[in-house]
Each structure stands twice: as structure tokens, then as C-alpha cells.
């Protein structure tokens, strides 16, 4: 029943921006972490950013000072600013929540479908 959607994807010039977003819902009860990652074609699938419930952030080398992940107030979405977008960031970018429905008491990783972004002149 959860149900992760992302949107924000699109085709954007070198040294532009986008914003992602990512919208949890379904029987959820609490979300811990939630992040990025993206996978571009040919390649395995790799951390971008992940923010906890507590506000504490990572990410990846190659995104630091560009990238800037964060969470709504009500927790359930969360947001990947890109700046300075570069071709090699192209990829399908997908959200992910460590959640614990309404009927489990395990936490597990949920997925969303992915979004497209591509980075070219």
C-alpha cells in the first residue's frame, strides 16, 4: 500500500538546476531516512543523498556543494535541489524511504518508479 512518487524530472542545459520531489503515502505509520539515487544506463544503480528524520545529511563526492537534499515539515516528502547539473549527473534518479507501515513492525525500504533527468546541450 505505500506508494513513493517522484516528479521534478526533464531535460535541463549544462550548469542548470531542477528540483526533485518525492511524495510517501499509503499505510504508513513513521519514514526514517529517506534519499536519492540514480542510475544511469549501463551503470548500477548509486547513492546520490539520504537525509534522516533527524535532518542529518549525506552524499555522494561527486554531488557535494551542488546537491542539497531535504524533507518537508510532515516528513513524508523529500527534496533533491540540483545546481550546476553536469552531462555525467544524467540519469534515472529514484527516491527511497526506510518506513514502518501501519501494519508491521519491521522498517523496510521502499522505491519509487524513478524520474528522468537529462543534462545536455
Known amino acids: 500500500q505505500v506508494q513513493l512518487v517522484e516528479s521534478g524530472g526533464g531535460l535541463v542545459q549544462p550548469g542548470g538546476s531542477l528540483r526533485l520531489s518525492c511524495a510517501a503515502s499509503g499505510s504508513i505509520d513513521t519514514i526514517n531516512a529517506m534519499g536519492w539515487y540514480r542510475q544511469a544506463p549501463g551503470n548500477q544503480r548509486e547513492l546520490v543523498a539520504t537525509i534522516t528524520s533527524a535532518g542529518s545529511t549525506n552524499y555522494a563526492d561527486s554531488v557535494k556543494g551542488r546537491f542539497t537534499i531535504s524533507r518537508g515539515n510532515a516528513k513524508s516528502t523529500v527534496y533533491l535541489e540540483m545546481t550546476n547539473l553536469k552531462p555525467e549527473d544524467t540519469a534515472v534518479y529514484y527516491c527511497?524511504?526506510?518506513?514502518?507501515?501501519?501494519?508491521?513492525?519491521?522498517?523496510?525500504?521502499?522505491w519509487g518508479k524513478g524520474t528522468l533527468v537529462t543534462v545536455s546541450s
Open positions: 527511497n524511504a526506510d518506513i514502518r507501515t501501519s501494519y508491521s513492525t519491521m522498517v523496510k525500504r521502499y
